[in-house]
């Protein structure tokens, strides 16, 4: 099995920042894609960015400029930072992994973590 932790969520101000982390671990032979997303109340779960296994990114258009995606392969991680935050960024942010879980596998599972609350409230 496949485990992804979410750590960094918190209560700030509007224009602070806060820097989400999502370790995976478990049966992990390689990492394919990893990403974010969020639901906010109210709303359906939105795609806020996204990182291939080269570094090659995506982000929603309402997060371009102020998030930035990144991961270390090495750790399995995959890092959110978010500055400039606005109260509409107010969500529960999730991480996920497409895994390899073997040399084997010919297509990849899905994984999800379990979700960190952002509040951006003055």
């Known amino acids: 099995q496949v485990q992804l932790v979410e750590s960094g969520g918190g209560l700030v101000q509007p224009g602070e920042s806060l820097r989400l982390s999502c370790a995976a671990s478990g049966n992990i032979f390689r990492i394919n894609a990893m990403g974010w997303y969020r639901q906010g109340p109210g709303k359906e779960r939105e795609l806020v960015a996204v990182?291939?296994?080269?570094?090659?990114?995506n982000y929603a258009d309402s997060v371009k400029g102020r998030f930035t995606i990144s991961r270390d392969n090495a750790k399995n991680t995959v890092y959110l930072q978010m500055n400039m935050l606005k109260p509409e960024d107010t969500a529960l942010y999730y991480c996920?992994?497409?895994?390899?879980?073997?040399?084997?596998?010919?297509?990849?599972?899905?994984?999800w973590g379990q979700g960190t609350q952002v509040t951006v409230s003055s």
């Open positions: 990182i291939s296994s080269g570094g090659n990114t």
């Open positions: 996920n992994a497409n895994v390899f879980r073997s040399p084997y596998s010919t297509v990849f599972n899905t994984y």
